[in-house]
């Protein structure tokens, strides 16, 4: 009995850190980071929430998000660099403002991103300003202009995206994370639009490219493998078509 309750002893501490240990690579995997240039090559920051984190990829994010397979269609034209944040909302008055993150861990996105002098910046935040809790119309439209003014400033070619549609998941009735796809169709996309219309910036609308296409997604919000494919084609089409 001595031998058994020595076992126990010994086995409930190992399982609670394997346990724990678990838990800390799950969580791991859905932190961002601000990445680091991995060459010579210019750079283009990709500053947006969620969908531009990969969180529909989260094992796979370092070959699966749309930057991953961005940077490989421009064949080492570009370092792409993600700045994504999961939750991430354009309004400084949403529950998680990507320019005033609460999270301290998370504070300071926007300016490391910037300070990588990269030549592109793509910016594409409002899929969870649509929440009801979140979302202001006329407070959308200022701060977005606000912000394209304010990088526009920098002189570097920007790039507006109209968030992706969203759409429930199989066999839910709703859009999952209180994401409105209402809201995203018939306010946000055409006041982005108008955004980039008025600060002569270019625009990639999202929503028309996956409007319909509930296999682009993992849980109709965050695309899959696929979905990330078809952004990224669409992106690299802009960028090379000049």
Not at 62 to 70: F, G, M, P, T
């Amino acid at each position: 009995m001595s031998l058994i309750k020595s076992i126990i002893k010994v086995g409930i501490p190992v399982a609670l850190t394997a346990a724990a240990y678990a838990v800390a690579k799950a969580r791991e995997l859905t932190l961002p980071a601000k990445e680091k240039p991995h060459g010579d090559a210019p750079i283009i920051v990709a500053m947006g929430d969620s969908i531009t984190f990969g969180a529909g990829v989260v094992q796979t994010r370092k070959s699966d998000s749309w930057e991953a397979k961005l940077e490989k269609l421009l064949g080492g034209s570009y370092q792409v660099l993600n700045y994504g944040i999961s939750g991430a909302t354009l309004q400084d008055e949403g529950d998680k403002p990507y320019w005033n993150m609460p999270e301290k861990h998370l504070q300071g996105y926007p300016q490391a991103a910037l300070a990588l002098e990269p030549q592109i910046i793509i910016l594409m935040l409002g899929t969870n300003d649509s929440k009801p809790y979140n979302w202001n119309r006329e407070r959308y439209q200022a701060q977005l202009d606000q912000r394209v003014k304010e990088l526009k400033a920098s002189g570097k070619r920007l790039i507006l995206m109209c968030p992706p549609f969203a759409c429930p998941a199989d066999g839910a009735e709703e859009v999952a994370f209180d994401i409105k796809n209402e809201t995203i169709r018939d306010e946000i996309v055409p006041i982005v639009k108008a955004c980039a219309q008025e600060n002569q910036v270019e625009c990639i609308d999202l929503y028309a490219l996956t409007q319909g296409h509930s296999e682009y997604f993992a849980d109709g919000v965050h695309p899959n493998s696929f979905g990330n494919r078809v952004i990224a084609a669409e992106i690299h089409r802009v960028l090379t078509e000049q």
